[in-house]
């Protein structure tokens, strides 16, 4: 399994995993592919800020981490997010591959002095599996996400 930061060419890969990702979370609002193919470009233009991680087996795209970067408005502090994570079903077991992106989004974070990650999981998408993972790197629950599209 390998991870590298994404290159233009991946972007039909990305849009296509993204489609799985949204897919599998039964979210309550569009897919918006424009709104994706901007957030994609602003991982090669957006002056550091957004990053793409590709996982790869054997030339095969498996899965991909989306991750920001922003000052946090109570403290202060420069937060990494990470924004999607997805790998194949096919390609779960093990957990390689969400383990090589989530070790290129931590990497990435302490490189650009990140004071600390923060990461989510969707209520629809396996919370607890995710928690599980989300666990083994340090991390702990803090917050309660609620949502309301406007």
Same mark, same amino acid.
């Given at each position: &399994?390998?991870?590298?930061?994404?290159?233009?060419?991946?972007?039909?890969?990305? =849009?296509?995993?993204?489609?799985?990702?949204?897919?599998?979370?039964?979210?309550?609002?569009? =897919?918006? /592919?424009?709104?994706?193919?901007?957030?994609?470009?602003?991982?090669?233009?957006?002056?550091?800020? /957004?990053?793409?991680?590709?996982?790869?087996?054997?030339?095969?795209? /498996?899965?991909?981490?989306?991750?920001?970067?922003?000052?946090?408005?109570?403290?202060?502090? =420069? /937060?990494?997010?990470?924004? &999607?994570?997805?790998?194949?079903?096919?390609?779960?077991?093990?957990?390689?591959?969400?383990?090589?992106? &989530?070790?290129?989004?931590?990497?990435?974070?302490?490189?650009?002095?990140?004071?600390?990650?923060?990461?989510?999981?969707?209520?629809? &998408?396996?919370?607890?599996?995710?928690?599980?993972?989300?666990?083994?790197?340090? =991390?702990?629950?803090?917050?309660?996400?609620?949502?309301?599209?406007?």
């Amino acid at each position: &399994m390998q991870v590298r930061e994404a290159i233009r060419e991946d972007r039909h890969r990305y =849009l296509r995993m993204v489609r799985e990702f949204y897919d599998a979370g039964k979210f309550p609002f569009a =897919l918006d /592919v424009a709104r994706q193919n901007a957030i994609f470009d602003m991982s090669f233009d957006g002056g550091g800020k /957004v990053r793409v991680w590709i996982a790869y087996e054997r030339r095969q795209v /498996v899965g991909y981490l989306l991750a920001t970067s922003q000052v946090a408005g109570l403290s202060g502090e =420069l /937060v990494a997010q990470e924004n &999607m994570i997805w790998v194949d079903p096919a390609h779960r077991r093990g957990g390689k591959a969400a383990d090589s992106l &989530m070790r290129a989004f931590l990497k990435w974070a302490s490189a650009i002095g990140a004071d600390r990650v923060n990461t989510s999981a969707q209520a629809s &998408m396996r919370p607890r599996a995710t928690a599980r993972f989300f666990r083994r790197y340090g =991390l702990t629950e803090t917050e309660i996400h609620f949502t309301r599209r406007l």
